[in-house]
C-alpha cells in the first residue's frame, strides 16, 4: 500500500512540474516575440508630415484688404493680379505658395483677433488703441512713402468755407507736425510738405470768433492729432468739436449729411470706394498724415515663416 502510495505521489509530483514548465514556456513566449515590431507613434513622432495651415486675418473692407495684401506681395508671400491694385481682394491671388488661409474681419477688431490667428494685418491707428507700438510690435510695416495718406475730407461744396480753412491750416501746422513725430515716432508720420504757423491769411478770424466747428474722427491718432489743431483754434477763440467714431462708415455718413463739418480718419483710395458704394459725395482736402499699415504675430510664428 505504501509502495502504490509513493508511486502516486511521485506521478503528481511529475505531473505539476511538467505543467509549471508549460505555464512558464506560454508566459516567455506571450512576452517577447521574435516577430519584428512596429512602435505605436505619438502625434509628435508621426512620419508623415504634417501640413500646418497658416492663418492671416486682414481687414474686411475693399480698399484696406488691397493695401494688406499688397503688403504680403511686397513681402514675396503672395501674388496678385497686377490688373486689380488698390481693389484687390483675396479672390485675386494669383499666387499662395504656402497656402495661407485668409480670414476677413472687420478692421476694428483685428487687434481682438490676434490670439486667433497666426497673424494680422493691423492698421496703425487700430494697433496704437489696442496698445500695440507699430514700430516696435510689427513683424514688417509699410514705409512712409505709402499712397495711403489719411485726410481730413468734407462735404463737396464747403472746400473753401472759413471754417474749413481755418481747421485745414491748424492740422497744416509746425505744432501739428511736431507733435506727431515726438508722440508716435513713426508709427504716424507727417505728410504735410511746409508746415506753418496754423493760420489761413486769408481767413477772417474775426467773424469766426464763437463758432464751432466740428469733426468726426477715430480716436488714436486722429482724435490725439486734433487736439493739437483744437488749442490753434482756441487761441482764436474758435472751439473745435471732436466727435469719436470706432468705425469706418458713420463718419463720411455725418459728414455727408451735414451733421459734422469735417471728418478725419480715413485714406483717399477708401474715400472713393466709400462714395462709389454709399452715393455719398464727401471728399478731400488735405492730407495730413500716414499710418503705414503692419503685420503682426498671433499665435506665434516670424516673419521667416512665411518668407522662407
Do not use: W
Given at each position: ?263 478725419y480718419f480715413q485714406h483717399i483710395p477708401y474715400l472713393n470706394n466709400f462714395n462709389q458704394n454709399n452715393g455719398t459725395n464727401v471728399v478731400s482736402v488735405l492730407a495730413v498724415h500716414v499710418e503705414p499699415m503692419g503685420i503682426y504675430a498671433g499665435k506665434g510664428g516670424t516673419l521667416e515663416d512665411l518668407t522662407k
Amino acid at each position: 500500500m505504501k509502495k502504490t502510495l509513493s508511486i502516486i505521489l511521485a506521478l503528481v509530483c511529475i505531473l505539476s512540474s511538467a505543467a509549471l514548465l508549460a505555464s512558464c514556456g506560454s508566459s516567455t513566449t506571450a512576452g517577447k516575440s521574435d516577430a519584428p515590431t512596429t512602435p505605436s507613434a505619438t502625434p509628435s513622432e508621426s512620419t508623415t508630415p504634417s501640413t500646418k495651415v497658416i492663418t492671416i486675418a486682414v481687414p474686411n473692407d475693399t480698399t484696406n484688404e488691397a493695401r494688406a495684401l499688397l503688403l504680403l506681395e511686397n513681402l514675396g508671400i503672395i501674388e496678385i493680379d497686377g490688373t486689380k491694385g488698390q481693389t484687390a481682394t483675396i479672390k485675386d491671388i494669383t499666387s499662395n505658395p504656402k497656402n495661407i488661409q485668409f480670414v476677413e474681419v472687420e478692421a476694428a477688431q483685428l487687434p481682438n483677433k490676434l490670439a486667433d490667428v497666426d497673424y494680422a494685418i493691423i492698421n496703425s491707428n487700430f494697433a496704437l488703441s489696442a496698445g500695440i507700438n507699430p514700430t516696435e510690435d510689427a513683424l514688417a510695416i509699410e514705409n512712409a512713402e505709402s499712397p495711403y495718406a489719411n485726410i481730413l475730407a468734407v462735404k463737396a461744396g464747403n472746400e473753401t468755407s472759413p471754417k474749413i480753412l481755418a481747421l485745414k491750416a491748424a492740422l497744416e501746422s509746425k505744432a501739428v507736425a511736431d507733435y506727431i513725430s515726438a508722440t508716435y515716432g513713426g508709427s504716424v508720420v507727417s505728410v504735410v510738405a511746409n508746415p506753418g504757423d496754423g493760420y489761413d491769411a486769408s481767413v477772417n478770424y474775426e467773424e469766426l470768433k464763437g463758432t464751432t466747428i466740428t469733426v468726426a474722427a477715430t480716436p488714436d491718432p486722429h482724435a490725439q492729432i486734433l487736439k493739437e489743431a483744437k488749442k490753434i483754434l482756441e487761441a482764436r477763440e474758435i472751439t473745435l468739436e471732436i466727435k469719436k467714431y470706432n468705425d469706418y462708415i458713420q463718419p463720411n455718413n455725418v459728414v455727408d449729411s451735414g451733421e459734422v463739418d469735417a471728418n478725419y480718419f480715413q485714406h483717399i483710395p477708401y474715400l472713393n470706394n466709400f462714395n462709389q458704394n454709399n452715393g455719398t459725395n464727401v471728399v478731400s482736402v488735405l492730407a495730413v498724415h500716414v499710418e503705414p499699415m503692419g503685420i503682426y504675430a498671433g499665435k506665434g510664428g516670424t516673419l521667416e515663416d512665411l518668407t522662407k
